[in-house]
């Protein structure tokens, strides 16, 4: 019983914005500052900016879309859309890499990943994503963090630009509190550009020299920064000086190439 009034209680509001669309505004009542969704980029090769980085020749990336929320929530109901894709592009979503039952690719790891329904729902062309989570008997505290993953396969530089949109009849960007009221959070869009990165090529200045060891082993040292790309040279799962002699090992053709430790031209992690 309980469960079917809570069912009836996160329909009704839904119901009642196909015709009043005002019911879906910021929280009124919010205790602080507006509930937010943005974009970051994501690993495994990633940048602080607006730069995301792909293995050269092509591979995965990831963006992570967060969110910040002050009160409980229950649900969501996030529409996206890549406004820069094509059916022809080289940035391109693939659903197996994405969806997954029962279970959905794109909530693993997320602050939601534990509610009862989760939906991730991909449109080939042009790219309109619907996200959908309920958590029938719960709600999640206030916080901030993951609620969902979008892999892209990257094959060559682009553009990802993400903002969100309204997919009739009802489908728009909504929070849902346990009592079951709805209200719009504060949205960031932003794009993402879309750059190659050579594994080895520690400090990105586009070739793999001995530069890059200097740079790997004075990291190692807390000398300088972490770079944005991955450092696990023999793909053992960590990153410490044995990375920094199997990329001289490299540097001196003695060894296989960063990543490839069985040297089969395919990149092991």
Do not use: H
Request: proline content about 10%.
């Amino acid at each position: 019983m309980k469960k079917k009034l809570f069912l009836s209680a996160f329909i009704v509001p839904f119901v009642l914005f196909i015709f009043n669309p005002g019911l879906a505004q910021q929280d009124p009542k919010d205790p602080g500052a507006a509930d937010t969704l943005y974009f970051v980029p994501g690993a495994p090769c990633s940048s602080n900016g607006d730069t995301v980085f792909f293995p050269s020749g092509g591979g995965d990336v990831t963006i992570y879309i967060n969110f910040w929320n002050d009160e409980p929530l229950a649900a969501f109901l996030v529409p996206l859309t890549d406004t820069t894709y094509d059916p022809s592009s080289d940035a391109l979503l693939d659903p197996l890499k994405n969806n997954g039952t029962p279970n959905p690719l794109c909530f693993q790891g997320s602050r939601v990943e534990n509610f009862e329904i989760k939906l991730c729902l991909l449109d080939a062309n042009p790219p309109q994503v619907l996200y959908g989570t309920v958590n029938m008997f719960d709600s999640i505290s206030a916080g901030e963090g993951l609620f969902a993953t979008m892999v892209y396969t990257v094959k060559d530089t682009g553009r990802i630009c993400l903002d969100t949109l309204f997919i009739p009849p009802y489908n728009t960007l909504l929070f849902v509190k346990p009592d079951a009221a709805t209200f719009t959070p504060q949205f960031v869009s932003r794009c993402f550009y879309l750059a190659p990165y050579f594994y080895g090529d520690v400090d990105g200045d586009g070739s793999i020299t001995v530069q890059d060891a200097v740079y790997l082993v004075r990291y190692l040292q807390g000398n300088l920064p972490a770079p944005a790309y991955p450092l696990d040279m023999n793909c053992d799962g960590t990153v410490d000086m044995d990375d920094f002699l199997y990329l001289m090992d490299y540097l001196k053709k003695d060894g296989p190439p960063p990543r490839d430790p069985d040297n089969d031209g395919i990149p092991d992690c």
